[in-house]
Structure formats: C-alpha cells, structure tokens
C-alpha cells in the first residue's frame, strides 16, 4: 500500500513539521517514506507545501503530480491541489482558512475545524497536530503509538514534556472530523 | 554512536556523515538549497567532540582556498555550496586537482545561469565533468539519487580523493538535498592523529622532519618539458581512475528493450515513469551513472546493441545526452528530454517524451 499525500496551507501552519512527525511515524511502522518540501521565498508568507509519501515498497519519485490525499488549510492551497487528487482520493480541508470547498463529486471530501478546536484548546500551536488527528481518523494508515513515537523522533528532547498535549490534539483531531462527501463510483468509473 | 535509521534531509546526512567519517575541516559560505550543511555541522559543533573545524569564511573563494590549505597537509577537509558559489570555487578546484591534493567538494545544484533560481537542476554537469576550472584536469564526480547516497558518498569521496591524490564532488541537487528519507548513518570513526597522517600521506606538508626534505606542493611549474610530464602524470591517472572507479547502477534492464539513462534526481523520476509504462507494456529499463567522471561508457555502449532506444533525461537542457551519444556512437537512437532553469518533470511527462520521442 502507498500513500501519496500533500500537505499545505500558510508558511507558518506547521505544514513541514505535521509532515515530518507522519514520515517518521512511517519508519515507526517500518514503511519506506520520502518528505521532500516547497522551498525558498513562498514560505514566508506564501504557501508552504510538503509531499510525503509513506509505502511498503521502496518509493521511486519523491516528486509526483497527482496525490491520493491532499490536506489543505488555506484557499490558494485548495485551488492548486483540488485537480491534483487522483478520482477516488481524499481532500481534508480546514473551514478557517477555506471559504469556497471543494467541488469534486469523484473524491471523499473531509472538513475539519482544526483551528477553532486550536482557539477552544486554548493553545494554537496544536493546530497541525488536530489535522493529523483528523487526517488518520479517514485513513488510518499509521497506529497512534507509532505516531506518538514519531513525534518523540522529531521533536527535540527539551519539548518533550508538551507529548501528552500533542497526543490530546490528535484525539480532537480524530473526533471532530466530518465527512462531507462520499465519493461517487460511478463519476470514478468515467 | 553506532549505525541508527533517522529520518532527514540530504543536506543534513552529508553534515552528520562528514562528522562520522573523521573530517578534520569543514569551510563554507551559505547558499540555498545548501545551508543545511553548515547549518547542521554548527548545531552539531563537533569540534567538542571529534575536534573537526567548521568553519564559515568570508566568501566561497576563502573557503575553497582553507580547502586547499587543509588538504596539502593531508587533512581530510571539504566544502559545499550551490551553483553559483561553485563556479565561484572553480579556480581553486583547478589548483587542487594541479597539485594534487584530495578534497570533497558537495554541489547541491540549482537552476543557473548566473544567480538563476534556488529550484533543483542538473544544469552543472558540463561544469562539473568537463573541466569547470582551468587546465587538463578531472575530477572524480558522485552523483547521489537519495538520502541514504548522500550519506555513504562522503565515504566514498573521501576514499577516492586520497586513493589518487585528487579532488572529488558529490554532484547532487535541490531535491536530494531538500528531501528527506530513512538513513543509516555510518558508525563513527575517530580523526586521524598527526603520526597516522604522516605515515599515509608522505606527501603532507605538516612540518620537515630529519628524516625526510620539506614537501612543496604548488601548480607553478615554469619550465615546460617538467609542466608535460606533470600533465603526463596526470592523465595516467585519470585512465587508472577511468579503468576502475565506474559506477553505474541497473534496474529492470535484464528484459529492457528501452533505455532510460539518468543521474540523481532524475533517475528518481524515471524509476516513476518505469513502473507507469511497465503498466502500459513498454519494457523499459533504468541505466543510472553513479560515477558520472569516470563516465560508464562501456555499459552504455553494450546496451546500444541491445535496445531499441534510449531516453536520457535530465534537469537541464541536454548535458550528460553528449556522453552518452559518444558511448552509443550511432548503433541506436538517443533522444533528450529535460526541463529548464529549476523545474523538475513529473514522471507523466518523463512517459509521455519516451513515447513521443522514442517509440514512434
């Protein structure tokens, strides 16, 4: 099985890291993964993006065009990958940050309100770690105590302590998300 | 620290690799898509530990000169840059390689010419294995197509180096050193003493001893007939390179009818396009030059008898195609397929110019 995603939204958003802690929950799982970042001035301020791959098999290209999951958290991220996810795929969007939701009748289309769960929570650094949530509750591709390893993996010693917080986002993440369509076989079948 | 799976970028598993190898000496200036060389080595801060220097001098020129420095008392030492920052190092990778002296040299290539972009691109082939700097001179060229490469060339280019007495590159680019990948890391070796450097490389200049005359190294030569046989000297030991240092790496060639031929990142891309027109019955395999100077001529050639085509692809608009059209030498169509100035092409696109350009 391999997972081709995209993650993107606002330099800033914790796209790059919320990519890194799902590569290195891969390892955890003893898949092969690849993580390979936009980089350069369109982070500051810009649109970040990050492609993680997680497989059972060793990953050819690190640099692929269409996408079996893209997880978008602002509008200019949903535009550009919205025609990028493979018919039957998953688009994961954040309403905050999204004001026109995607159209696609052929993929299984997510909504989860990960930034105002983060303003509940009191505590917006969580933020990408509640889309994690969300996006391994529609696929469940790595299990919670790998992840939570893979988190150990990527973040230095000194923040350890902010674990069980971390661990608290993701279980939000993995409640409030929302299915809000299901893909049509038939529009795949075409 | 013995070997442990982390998950990192290309930039950092050179920087944690350099440290593991025993490097004595680390000089750069800071540019993208690089910095997370010296960025790293400064976080690490080995000179508490294995006592390596990091260094990050004034400009490329100073450091590629400590280089030189460093490396004519026989001291493993390096650099890395971008692009730009390695044209800036040519002259004294010309005046390494004319005194021969060992060093790595790490270019993490993006889209020129001139300042250019800060996206990935292999448009620094001819530079890099057609001279770069001035003179008669070579210089041993590893092209690494993923993190875990990165890592293992650092060994590899070092062994190389001091096996010939010459300058060695890791030519990579703004994908392989931005993305990141499982790595093994390489268990650690202390850095060679004073005495172990005497002893393997006579030719340091670490101080005179009574037992032996001072070691000189310079390029200078004014006399002719002594510049030649220098030269002379050279170019039998770029043909003892040439015999044995090729590197080259077939996948799903066994029952290839085509050829795709590709360096680093590309390779990367065309394993993609490989399965997807494996899926559409075109038996298609990957020839990859890991050594792209010494050039794997000779496979290349053998495959020309063998197939219908080859698709070379690459970052830039047709460098390494040169090479392989010598090797092929007209048994078989070769056709280019590249993008330009930082855009790197997705594996569609690498299947769609195979069956455009070489099926039809």
Redesign the interface.
């Known amino acids: 099985m391999t997972h081709e995603i995209v993650i993107s939204g606002f330099g800033g958003q914790g796209v790059l890291s919320m990519g ?1 802690i799902l ?2 929950s891969g ?1 955890m799982e003893g898949m ?6 936009s ?3 369109e982070q500051r301020g810009g649109t970040a993006n990050v492609t993680v791959i997680l497989s059972d098999k060793p ?7 269409t996408y079996d999951i893209a997880v978008v958290l602002n509008q200019p991220s949903l535009d550009k990958f919205e025609e990028k996810v493979k018919p039957g795929g998953i688009i994961i969007y954040d309403s905050y940050g999204i004001h026109t939701p995607p159209k696609r009748k052929d993929i299984d289309v997510y909504k989860i309100n990960a930034m105002d769960e983060a303003v509940n929570m009191n505590n917006d650094k969580v933020f990408n770690m509640i889309v994690l949530g969300g996006l391994l509750k529609a696929v469940p591709m790595v299990q919670l105590e790998n992840v939570m390893e893979g988190l150990k ?2 973040l230095p010693e000194r923040y350890h302590n902010l674990l069980p917080m971390n661990k608290e986002a993701i279980l939000r993440g993995m409640e409030i998300i929302q299915l809000e369509n299901k893909a049509e076989l038939n529009k795949i079948m075409n | 620290m013995s070997e442990e799976i982390v998950l990192m970028k290309g930039n950092e598993a050179i920087a944690h690799a350099a440290i593991r190898y025993g490097v004595d000496g680390y000089f750069g200036y800071p540019i993208t898509p690089q910095s997370e060389i010296i960025e790293t080595l400064m976080e690490e801060a080995p000179w508490e530990t294995t006592g390596m220097v990091v260094l990050q001098a004034e400009s490329e020129l100073a450091a590629i000169n400590m280089v030189y420095g460093g490396a004519a008392s026989g001291k493993a030492v390096m650099t890395s840059s971008s692009s730009p920052g390695i044209s800036l190092k040519q002259e004294g990778i010309s005046y390494l390689a004319g005194t021969e002296l060992p060093a790595l040299i790490v270019n993490v290539q993006r889209g020129g010419p001139g300042l250019g972009t800060i996206q990935p691109s292999q448009s620094d082939y001819f530079q890099t294995v057609k001279g770069g700097g001035h003179g008669d001179y070579r210089l041993i060229t590893l092209a690494p197509n993923s993190v875990q490469e990165m890592a293992d060339f650092v060994d590899l280019g070092f062994r190389l180096a001091f096996k010939y007495r010459n300058p060695a590159m890791i030519l990579t680019d703004g994908v392989i050193g931005q993305m990141m990948e499982k790595v093994t890391l390489p268990p650690s070796r202390r850095r060679r003493t004073e005495q172990e450097i005497r002893e393997q490389c006579p030719w340091a200049a670490l101080g005179k001893t009574p037992e032996r005359k001072p070691n000189i190294h310079t390029s200078l030569e004014l006399d002719p007939v002594i510049m030649e046989k220098n030269n002379e000297r050279f170019q039998a030991k770029y043909r003892e390179i040439e015999k044995n240092e090729v590197r080259y790496e077939e996948i799903q060639c066994e029952d290839a009818e085509y050829l795709f031929v590709a360096f680093g990142s590309a390779a990367r891309v065309c394993l993609k396009a490989i399965e997807m027109a494996r899926e559409e019955g075109f038996k298609v395999g990957l020839l990859r030059p890991i050594t792209l100077w010494p050039f794997p001529c000779k496979i290349i050639e053998e495959y020309a008898k063998k197939v219908k085509g080859m698709l070379v692809v690459e970052l830039n608009a047709g460098q390494m195609v040169e090479d392989v059209r010598l090797a092929v030498n007209g048994k078989v169509k070769v056709e280019h397929y590249g993008r330009l100035g930082g855009i790197v092409p997705t594996p569609d696109a690498v299947l769609e110019a195979f069956k455009e350009k070489i099926t039809k």
Do not use: L, M, R
């Open positions: 890194k590569a290195y390892i092969e993964v690849s993580w390979f970042p980089y350069g001035p990953i050819s290209s690190p640099i692929i065009d993996k990527s």
